[in-house]
């Protein structure tokens, strides 16, 4: 391999591990707190787990995740909403998003 190839090939990795990072970042793993958050909004653990697994790939398929701070629970709902169509969420997708979200945003 050349000099050039070897460079180019390192910036190619460290930007695909630069980008699971801000995966990581902009879709937390399900935790304990966004368990019994999720509980307390009668959502269940499969939910969430299932809410993530389409917010990473449903939602970061035309844009980058955005970070679960920057909305409370009530603007992640509305903004599911208002993406559903867009992103053509049927109404399950649409629900295990929001209870992702919000789960998430009220156990930071």
């Not at 449903?58 to 208002?82: G, Q």
């Not at 992103?87 to 997708?93: D, F, G, I, P």
């Amino acid at each position: 391999m050349t000099k050039h190839r070897k460079i180019v090939f390192a910036s190619l990795l460290a930007s695909g591990l630069a980008g699971c990072e801000a995966m990581k970042s902009g879709a937390p793993a399900v935790n304990p707190e966004m368990t019994r958050a999720a509980a307390a909004n009668g959502d269940s653990i499969g939910t969430l787990a299932a809410g993530r697994r389409a917010f990473a790939t449903r939602c970061t398929s035309c844009h980058a995740p955005v970070p679960i701070a920057k909305y409370n629970s009530a603007e992640w709902r509305a903004k599911v909403l208002r993406m559903s169509d867009r992103a053509r969420l049927n109404e399950a997708e649409a629900k295990q998003i929001t209870a992702y979200l919000v789960a998430a945003r009220e156990s930071l």
